[in-house]
């Protein structure tokens, strides 16, 4: 079965770069979640997308953007890059749901690890 | 205070044994429950939603106490692979998600 295809997998940037993380979520999925997780640390939730919409924000700084296209792609967009920044960026995909939004289960793509110099 | 609490372990279990984990939730107005099981530098992969009624796949059962504002996760039998980090995630909002900390779980031969 197709899964969340994230790319690229792994990233090496320097401070104050710029970096765009591509999430492909599964055929017919509506939604799409990003996520960062630092070391030893659980999921943050930083941004979602509905029907290519943002309809859900977290903890994400200021420096990040998203966003999701027509084909239900979603890009983040991270500038001025910091240290702390270094983490797995993973993105998840809910399918579309007709009950209102319960039970939507997400599915997590592979993550991109990205690492800050 | 978190939205969703695990005691993070780890839980150290022989082959065969049966463990449980619960995972509290703040806002009694939380719909959705799962739970994940995340490998060292893994994706998170669903393990199994958690409805009302208690479910069961296999080895493993998911309740909910909706009272007591808490999931649990039951599983028997435990295996050397079922060494993991298991999620708990809640659904409050439309795409609202927060997870647990995690509960790191070591099944030992």
């Known amino acids: 079965a197709a899964g969340v295809i994230q790319s690229p997998r792994h990233l090496i940037k320097e401070k104050r770069e710029t970096a765009t993380l591509k999430c492909y979520p599964i055929?017919?999925?509506?939604?799409v979640y990003w996520y960062q997780q630092g070391p030893g640390q659980d999921p943050q939730f930083l941004i979602s997308?509905?029907?290519?919409?943002?309809?859900d924000k977290g903890s994400i700084p200021d420096r990040f953007s998203a966003q999701q296209f027509s084909d239900y792609h979603s890009e983040l967009n991270m500038s001025s890059l910091e240290l702390g920044d270094s983490a797995l960026y993973f993105c998840?995909?809910?399918?579309?749901?007709?009950?209102?939004?319960?039970?939507?289960?997400?599915?997590f793509g592979p993550g991109t690890r990205l690492t800050v110099l | 205070r978190k939205e969703v609490e695990q005691d993070p372990g780890p839980f150290n279990v022989p082959e065969g044994a049966t463990v449980a984990f619960n995972c509290t939730y703040s806002?009694?107005?939380?719909?959705?429950f799962f739970w994940y099981r995340q490998d060292c530098r893994k994706e998170p992969k669903l393990l199994m939603s958690v409805y009302s009624s208690g479910n069961e796949d296999g080895r493993f059962t998911a309740q909910l106490n909706r009272a007591s504002q808490y999931i649990s996760l039951l599983i028997r039998d435990s295996k050397l692979s079922d060494s993991a980090t298991y999620l708990c995630v809640v659904n409050t909002d439309f795409n609202k998600f927060y997870f647990g900390s995690g509960t790191k779980l070591n099944v030992k031969p």
């Open positions: 055929p017919r999925h509506d939604t």
């Open positions: 998840a995909s809910s399918p579309k749901d007709v009950a209102g939004g319960a039970y939507n289960e997400q599915f």
């Open positions: 806002n009694s107005a939380s719909q959705s």
């Open positions: 997308f509905y029907e290519k919409m943002q309809s």
